[in-house]
């Protein structure tokens, strides 16, 4: 009787396993669920991290042109540029103050139009650091713009002044044999200006008439008192009423366009030399601010979105069409356990064994 008990017994627990086999794993409890979602999302994300390859972002400092970099040499970049305006403005007002004696004489404007521009674009050079330096500190996009464009306006001007006074220096020749002469016998005695301008030529030369000295005898000047042969300002030693006797003991006998037209070529060289060579020094400031404006525009818009947090990512995401990604939060409210099934509490699996009784 006890072998046959055994062996029911045994039948019994063979066919309980074999029941516990067909159990499907929708019928297994709320816990092992939970874990083999858990388990399925750390593996689907580190699969999606593989395929993305998210390279990180790039700091500041990453590379050789970074923005502390581009910061360091455009300040050095304006002192350089203050000085160098200092010195455009210098040349400029020197030719104004100094240089514009016999601008009367001239046939055209083009030789005191290089001056003031010069000057412009000297005087550019002190309110055009300062912005510089105001944009670099802040790193504010539109004074690193202006800052840009008043850069490329100071290379205009000193190059356009230099390309000018380089194509004058080989016209005005040409303009002084044409006109000179008649400048001196029109408007002599006629315009206090020219006046002043042909008698200061005349001494400073030591010379007599734009071409030969018996011009003067053709002038408005001669008709208006016949006896006076030339000017007295011809004369060797000034004195009233000199010109009356032409002698060459008495008088220069050369002409003054000679002189007058090296005088002007020789200055001329000078502004173009200041010019074309000054102008050099805002192509590099213009570059750098460019490569500068450029990496701070990009730099804010890729921290704009970690600027904004997790909820504008969420409504950005949503707004393109994409689903939101699971924040921190809602990963900790998953992972909460719901009071009606505790996550500590046994799971109970009913058997055939239970209803069993020995």
């Known amino acids: 009787m006890d072998d046959i008990s055994y062996h029911c017994i045994a039948r019994?627990?063979?066919?309980?396993?074999?029941?516990?086999?067909?159990?499907?794993?929708?019928?297994?409890p709320l816990l092992d669920n939970i874990n083999m979602a858990e388990e399925k999302k750390k593996d689907g994300s580190a699969l999606l991290a593989k395929k993305k390859k998210v390279k990180?972002?790039?700091?500041?400092?990453?590379?050789?042109?970074?923005?502390?970099?581009?910061?360091?040499?455009?300040?050095?970049?304006?002192?350089?540029?203050l000085f160098a305006g200092a010195g455009v403005l210098g040349v400029g007002a020197w030719t104004v103050a100094y240089r514009h004696r016999y601008v009367t004489l001239l046939p055209t404007p083009t030789y005191p139009a290089i001056a003031y521009l010069l000057i412009i674009a000297g005087a550019i050079g002190v309110p055009l650091s300062a912005l510089g330096c105001c944009g670099l500190k802040t790193e504010n996009r539109t004074s690193l713009l202006c800052y840009t464009y008043f850069l490329l306006i100071s290379f205009i001007l000193e190059a356009g002044a230099g390309g000018l006074a380089y194509y004058y220096e080989v016209a005005v020749e040409d303009e002084l044999h044409a006109e000179l002469n008649d400048t001196f016998l029109t408007n002599?005695?006629?315009?206090?200006?020219?006046?002043?301008?042909?008698?200061?030529?005349q001494t400073e030369f030591k010379c007599c008439g734009a071409?030969?000295?018996?011009?003067?005898?053709?002038?408005?000047?001669?008709?208006?008192d016949p006896r006076l042969l030339v000017p007295d300002s011809c004369c060797k030693t000034i004195t009233l009423r000199c010109g009356t006797r032409d002698h060459p003991?008495?008088?220069?006998?050369?002409?003054?366009?000679?002189?007058?037209t090296n005088h002007i070529r020789d200055h001329l060289i000078i502004l173009a030399a200041v010019g074309v060579g000054m102008s050099v020094i805002p192509i590099f400031g213009f570059l750098f601010s460019c490569v500068l404006y450029v990496k701070i525009k990009h730099g804010s818009a890729t921290e704009l979105?970690?600027?904004?947090?997790?909820?504008a990512r969420a409504h950005a995401a949503r707004g393109a069409g994409g689903t939101a990604p699971v924040t921190s939060r809602h990963k900790r409210s998953l992972r909460r356990p719901c009071p009606l099934h505790p996550r500590d509490a046994p799971a109970t699996i009913s058997t055939i064994s239970d209803n069993v009784s020995i």
């Not at 590379?63 to 455009?74: G, I, P, R, T």
């Not at 003991?249 to 007058?260: D, E, T, V």
């Not at 979105?305 to 909820?311: E, K």
Request: proline residues 4%; glycine residues 4%.
């Open 249 to 260: 003991s008495n008088i220069y006998y050369h002409g003054c366009i000679r002189q007058f």
């Open 211 to 224: 071409l030969r000295y018996e011009d003067w005898r053709k002038s408005r000047w001669h008709e208006h």
């Open 305 to 311: 979105p970690r600027a904004r947090g997790p909820g």
């Open 188 to 201: 002599y005695a006629l315009d206090n200006a020219v006046t002043n301008a042909v008698d200061s030529m």
């Open 56 to 81: 990180p972002r790039k700091s500041r400092d990453a590379d050789c042109c970074s923005v502390n970099f581009l910061k360091c040499v455009l300040h050095i970049f304006n002192v350089v540029f």
């Open 12 to 28: 019994l627990i063979e066919d309980c396993k074999h029941e516990l086999s067909k159990v499907k794993p929708s019928k297994l």
